[in-house]
Structures are given as C-alpha cells and as structure tokens.
C-alpha cells in the first residue's frame, strides 16, 4: 500500500472539533481510508495519532457523538428519545434512517486510521507500549462495532485496505481476533511495566488522555474489556467465557483504587462539556426515556433529580391545555413516540433535558462499576470472580455512586430499599400514550432471590450506572432481557423494517450502504453469509442467543 500524508488524519481531527454542522451527512470528509497510512516514521507522529485515536473511541466531538450514539443507540437502550422527527428524516424510533446509522462506522474506520499506523510501526521505532496501547484502542473499537451491525471488514479496517471488495468477516471470528490480540497486548505492557525508558515514560505521560499515563491501568483495562467479552458470548460459549473471565480476573482488571477510564473534558480540553449534554441543553435533539425516567423513580436513584431538568415550558396536550406548568415536573418520551417537525409543532422539545450537572461528566470509556457488575453476573453463574454476587454488586452500586458525584449516606440509603416505587409513565403531550411501570425488583438484594431474580437485579444496577454507555447497555438488555422495559408505543415497531418482534425489540442496526454501491456489493457477497441471516432490524447477532439466562 502507498503511504500518504499522515497530516491529514492529525489536522482534520483538530478542525472538526471546533464547528457544529448540523445532522448532516456523517460520511464527508475522510471516512473512508483513502486518506491512511500504513506506517509513520517516528515516535512523536504516533504520539499524536494515539491522541486521535482516543479522541474517537467515544466522540468527543458533539456531532459525531450524536451520530456514534445518540440518534439510535441511546434510544434502543431506553436512556434517551428524539423529541422531534429532524425534518423528516427520523419519524419515530424505529425508523432507519441510513445516513444516520452511519456514525458507528465512521468512528471504527477514524479510530483504525488512527491506530493502524502506530501498531504497523511499534517495533521498528522501538515503541512496543504505544503499539500495545495502539491495539487495545483498536480492539475496543472493534468491539463496540460488531455488537451493531454485526460482522464488518475487521482484517480489512486492520490493514487499512483502500480498495473494494471489502470482505465482512464472522462476529466469532473478529471476537476470537480481539481476545488474542488483547493477550498478545497485556503481554507486551507486563514487558515494559517496570522497565520503561525515561523518554517513553515522557511520551505516554504526555499522551494518555484516559488512563493516566500507567502502563499497569492498561493492563487492567484490556484484561476488563476481555472480560466485558466474555459476559457477551456466555450464551453462545460458556466454557469459553468463563475460562476467558476468569483469566482476566485473576490477571487483574479494573478496581476502586484504579479509578475509571474516561476522558476529562472539562480538565483537558479547557472547559470543553460532555457531548451528549450540548445535544440535549444547545441542540434540542434528545430528551429523557421513559424507560430511564421510570426505573430511576421506582429505584429512588438522585440520577433524576440531578442530571435532568424539568419541563423548560408549560406542555400543552393534544387537547389544547396545559397539562404541566413550566418547571414543574420531569417529563420523558415512550420510544416510538411520533415526532414532527421541531418548529411547525415542537410537542416534545420542552421535556426533559440533562442540566448543567451532568454536563462535567466524565467521558467514560471503561467503568470501574460496570467491572463489579461483571464480576457479579460472573460470580452468580459459578465462576471464580474474587468475591461472592451479593458483595460484588453491592460494590458495584458504591461505586456508581461515587462516579457520579453522589453521597455516601444516599448510596447507603438506595441500597436499604427493600421495595420499588409504584410509579407509573405519563406521557403530558398524550394521554393515550401513559402506560403502567414495569420494574418491581428491589435495590436490597434478594437473600433467598433466585439466580434470575438476582441477575436482574445486578444488570438493572449495572444499566443506571452505565449511563450514558448507551451500547454497552443494549447489549446487556439483548443478551439478558433486563432491566425490564416499558413497552414501546403500540404498534411503533410498524416504523422499522418490518422485522422487529414487539417482544424482543430492535436487534440490530441494519449495515449502513449510503449509496455507496461497492459497500451494498460488499454486503451482498460476504456480509450476508457473515451475518447469517437477512439484514433486517430484528435479526439476532452471533452471541444474541434466544435461550433462558440459566
């Protein structure tokens, strides 16, 4: 492959972050690899490619995040809703709109420019840590991408390939990829962990946006990213997955002491806010779930009271009254709600947006609760996780407190209710549309619970404490059916392809083509073999096994 200008890459990434160009067309300028390289000649340009490359695991910037998570994904997990229809684009929740499911895409082919070089590159610039950490940030993209669509060209994003065909690879297949490379990775930084030069010591210092510089934090956070991989496949291969778990566990993943992996913002990029708020207080595109509105009352989490506002103007019903009087409640929208065009008849834009609160949050990567979490759901199934369920997941609990900013005594408190609220869904733009609560579990847990009434209990926890990890969530909830959801709109399923059991919900986000006919040929001569099925909203994923918890 020829090798092309490296300052490409370095610059475009400076001068998005700077402008907001409306929900526009994701694709436009540089997604695809025509503007790689698959080499870089010296340390300080891989430097500045890891920073990159971290940049976009998680967009930081507000657009891209947006398509990356928010027009869907935050949707399908029950955390946020679309409150208008984005001119006529996206009508309902389940409506795909191939543009937009085009973020996701984007972000692996951004973060595999980004890391690619570095990896090709490590040995001969003697930096074998920047190609470990080059190939953690690959694995973790990876990771996050074939639990959307499913399978994708991975050895072809891993070579940087310019040219069609593209050839889709099996979700098993870039699963076992990633587990092998992981171990390869944990390797190379045991290596260098107490054996760094002063001058790669500066380097990584000066990089690391979300681990601080350690070379012991990476380890631990690829050994947890095998372990959040395994949970994935316990249905489809549970030997494998726990044989996986437990190595991570006893090699050593995420703890308390260790802090979380995330990116700073407000530190590090002179006062910069969490994407997701921006598109919520500036740009009046998302609005509070029912879903999250309602497990948050009926749990009696402080989430609700301090990361959301309440109604920003009197809500006016279908009717013509006011049903709600400005900042006097916390309004949120069922998915499949209706949307319509935001100026002609904004019903849903003064429900609630996130406040100023959550806006200083972290950008989170990898969650030391969610490690907890796992460990518990591990624990629960018999395997060797350092710690029984009931202690894992209480742990688990403290922990989220303390990554969001709560108290101490509230988290106490929260973890003493021995009984849910009774709470119902109102819906103050359509009477038609309120619908009963479903969440009954309690937060105390359950001493003689079952093993099912136990699991749900540590992945509802682990679903409020992943906020706003929106994809991490809905592969959660697919896998396990839990927390348990108010159902959508009647009938909403109508809005996608025709594919979605009411039941089960979306699956899946169908390949993104936008128009581009090599990638539909792509599709059509290995993606769907790969795939295993149609490539339909309701086909399930390889490890998204239709079978009973236990």
């Not at 930081?60 to 997990?77: M, S, V």
């Not at 009087?325 to 609630?352: C, E, H, K, V, W």
């Not at 581009?516 to 490890?543: C, F, H, K, M």
Request: net charge negative; proline share 3%.
């Amino acid at each position: 492959m020829k090798k092309k200008n490296i300052l490409y890459i370095c610059t475009t990434a400076i001068m998005m972050a700077s402008c907001y160009d409306g929900v526009e067309d994701n694709l436009a300028g540089g997604n695809t690899m025509e503007q790689a390289v698959d080499s870089v000649s010296n340390i300080s340009t891989a430097a500045g490619l890891l920073i990159t490359a971290q940049e976009q695991l998680i967009d930081k910037r507000e657009h891209k995040y947006q398509y990356q998570f928010n027009l869907h994904i935050d949707n399908y997990c029950g955390y946020m809703c679309l409150p208008h229809n984005f001119s006529g684009r996206i009508n309902s929740t389940f409506e795909i709109n191939d543009n937009f499911a085009s973020g996701p895409k984007a972000n692996m082919s951004w973060v595999a420019q980004a890391t690619v070089p570095v990896m090709t590159s490590a040995k001969r610039l003697n930096a074998e840590p920047l190609g470990a950490i080059a190939n953690i940030l690959f694995s973790y993209a990876a990771h996050q991408f074939v639990n959307v669509h499913g399978p994708f060209p991975y050895n072809a994003n891993k070579r940087l390939q310019e040219s069609h065909p593209l050839v889709y690879d099996a979700e098993e297949l870039i699963y076992d990829s990633i587990f092998t490379d992981l171990e390869k990775d944990i390797a190379i930084l045991k290596k260098y962990e107490n054996n760094l030069s002063e001058e790669m010591k500066i380097t990584i210092s000066g990089i690391d946006k979300i681990a601080g510089g350690n070379l012991s934090k990476w380890i631990k956070f690829a050994n947890s990213l095998r372990l959040r991989m395994a949970l994935n496949i316990v249905k489809i291969q549970p030997e494998k997955a726990k044989q996986i778990a437990e190595d991570a566990v006893r090699n050593g993943v995420l703890e308390e002491s260790d802090g979380d992996v995330g990116m700073d913002l407000y530190t590090l990029y002179n006062k910069e806010r969490h994407p997701l708020w921006k598109i919520s207080s500036s740009w009046v595109d998302t609005r509070l779930n029912a879903n999250l509105h309602n497990i948050l009352l009926r749990t009696g989490h402080p989430m609700l009271e301090s990361f959301f506002e309440k109604n920003s103007a009197d809500i006016i019903d279908r009717s013509g009254k006011v049903s709600l009087q400005t900042n006097q409640g916390f309004a949120s929208m069922r998915n499949g709600t209706l949307t319509s065009d935001q100026s002609s008849s904004p019903a849903y834009i003064s429900f609630s947006k996130l406040s100023q609160n959550f806006s200083m949050q972290k950008l989170m990567i990898f969650k030391v609760s969610e490690v907890l979490f796992l460990r518990a759901e591990g624990a629960l199934y018999g395997w060797n996780m350092n710690g029984t369920p009931q202690a894992l997941y209480e742990a688990g609990i403290r922990a989220s407190f303390n990554e969001f900013g709560f108290t101490s005594d509230a988290c106490q408190t929260y973890m003493q209710s021995e009984k849910a609220g009774n709470e119902n869904y109102i819906d103050y733009y359509n009477v038609f549309q309120n619908v009963d609560g479903v969440l009954t579990i309690p937060n105390k847990w359950l001493a003689s619970g079952s093993n099912e009434e136990h699991l749900e209990q540590i992945i509802t926890q682990k679903w409020i404490a992943l906020f706003p990890m929106s994809l991490v969530a809905w592969t959660d909830m697919r896998r396990t059916g839990y927390p348990k959801q108010i159902a959508p709109v009647t009938n909403s399923e109508a809005d996608g392809d025709g594919s979605i059991d009411p039941k089960y919900g979306i699956r899946r986000i169908p390949f993104s083509r936008d128009g581009d006919l090599e990638v539909a040929d792509d599709i059509e001569s290995t993606g769907l073999d790969a795939l295993g099925g149609p490539d339909l909203q309701g086909t399930r994923l390889w490890w998204d096994v239709n079978k009973s918890n236990f």
